[in-house]
């Protein structure tokens, strides 16, 4: 039985649509809704791609997790082995996500854009991509950031006639063949990128130090289990992210080949290509930028509790600033590892009972 009641906006009044709306239908959004299972709430997942996987929908053809399915799972379904390899593909991911949705009967309408979220006073309202308005007595945004990427401000990064692509729209590695080739990031991404591109592209490698392997026996769930003990007790985060390089087998291979050494910044970009800290200027082709994320938090700019680096003071998932919103899967500040598969199910697991004895206050008059 939902928990709606009936309140008042302004003097008139209104019922809430939702008790919750979660904005976006990735991993933390699923793994909210195997919990809500378990409460009496009125909810809704808008999603604003056109079908289950997310992120995961867009990213380059080769791409693999780097932890093995065992470690990859949402909660009560395990993540089938990958056929005949360690790391799960971008296909077998996508296709978990869309049978654990059927799976769960996860109520999800899409494809939906919630373009602006404003406080009504009782409720907050949600503006809607094709036209509608709802009202939910809380929201949870679980967009992530796959569509906010960031790319550094270089000196000349707009006069430069070559082209540039982030890794959130590259697709592979056939459209550079024969090109002069800058990767630029030293993350996980940036490694997977230049260890394909180095077999078909004359491909450099741009990263701020020396990057750092993890060994080759070792899996991305230690980097997991890192990021989880060293955030605080206040959701703060002793560490940006995962910055060690995991071994999956292209990596390996390329690092075998010496294809994985890198070169620290270049100092600006010019018409043509870069120049190097020597002086030297280097002729590209294309500029490659493996530089991460911020957290695509636009929609939530009404409530005015978005800072300019796109983040939302927290509280244990919780808006400091908006209480009926709470913020999930964006990474560490979120939840230790909480824009992985495994850690945002395990946010998920201690957020939802917050959330319902939150709404249930709310009924109480507490």
């Known amino acids: 039985m939902s928990i709606s009641i009936e309140l008042s906006d302004g003097g008139s009044p209104t019922k809430a649509d ?30 604003s791609e056109d079908g289950p996987g997310a992120a995961w929908r867009h990213g380059w053809q080769s791409l693999r997790l780097f932890s093995p399915a065992v470690y990859s799972s949402l909660p009560g379904w395990p993540m089938p082995p990958s ?33 602006a979220v404003e406080s009504t006073g009782t409720c907050l309202r949600l503006k809607l991509s094709d036209g509608r308005t709802k009202l ?12 906010a990427p960031f790319v550094p401000d270089y000196t000349g990064r707009l006069s430069f006639h070559g082209h540039q692509v982030h890794s959130a729209h590259y697709q592979g590695p056939g459209a550079f063949a024969g090109q002069r ?24 490698w741009v ?6 392997f ?23 985060s002793t560490q940006s992210g995962f910055g060690d390089i995991v071994m999956v087998p292209p990596v390996r291979a390329a690092r075998d080949r010496g294809d994985l050494t890198s070169e620290r910044p270049f100092l600006e970009m010019t018409s043509d290509g870069v120049v190097w800290p020597d002086g030297r200027h280097e002729p590209v082709d294309t500029i490659i930028w493996c530089t991460g994320f911020r957290p695509a938090t636009d929609h939530l700019k009404p409530l005015g509790i978005v800072g300019q680096n796109g983040k939302v003071e927290v509280i244990d998932n919780q808006s400091a600033g908006e209480p009926r919103l709470w913020l999930a899967g964006y990474g560490n500040w979120t939840g230790a590892a909480s824009a992985t598969l495994i850690g945002s199910s395990r946010v998920s697991r201690s957020l939802v009972p917050r959330l319902v004895a939150f709404l249930e206050a709310k009924v109480s008059g507490v």
């Open 18 to 47: 939702y008790d919750l709306v979660i904005i976006g239908g990735g991993q933390a959004a699923l793994a909210l809704a195997y919990y809500l299972r378990r409460s009496d709430l009125s909810y809704v997942i808008y999603d």
């Open 83 to 115: 056929a005949g390899k360690a790391f799960p593909s971008r296909e077998e991911v996508i296709d978990y996500l869309a049978r654990y949705e059927a799976r769960y009967a996860i109520p999800v309408e899409r494809p939906v854009r919630v373009r």
């Open 136 to 147: 939910a007595r809380a929201v949870v945004s679980a967009t992530g950031t796959w569509s």
């Open 181 to 204: 080739v800058l990767v630029v990031g030293g993350g996980n991404s940036g490694a997977q990128i230049q260890a394909e591109l180095s077999e078909v592209a004359h491909s450099t």
């Open 207 to 212: 990263t701020i130090d020396p990057p750092e």
């Open 214 to 236: 993890l060994p080759d026996d070792v899996d991305g769930h230690a980097l997991f289990e890192r990021a989880t003990a060293k955030v605080t007790g206040n959701g703060a």
